[in-house]
């Protein structure tokens, strides 16, 4: 890599960082689109992580309609390698991570 490329790999990285500062620095925070976390995944998330600490796998989400399919939802992350944040760290801190 010549002198230049370094260059614009740090300012990048500058800029990443500028951007998303307020969430490093306040890590309980919930980044982005609050509708759409608040109303919809942040409680699909908390139901997925309750129920697998229940010792118990959420196939099914009783708390929608009359129902629906849990563990088919792609939106529930349930097989999603960084969905174990989800399910170890507090919902707001795993969100920030997540993002």
Known sequence: MVRRDWFFIK?????LVVLFSGIIAHSRRLPGNFGD???????LRHFM???LQEGRL??????IFA???AAANPQ????????LLHYILPLPEAF????
């Not at 920030?96 to 993002?99: K, Q, T």
């Open 49 to 51: 992580a309750a129920t």
């Open 96 to 99: 920030s991570w997540d993002a």
């Open 11 to 15: 300012a990048h990285l500058f800029v």
């Open 37 to 43: 976390i608040y109303s919809y995944h942040y409680p």
């Open 67 to 69: 129902g629906v399919p």
């Open 58 to 63: 959420p196939l099914w989400n009783p708390h």
């Open 76 to 83: 529930s992350i349930l097989f999603y390698p960084f969905a």
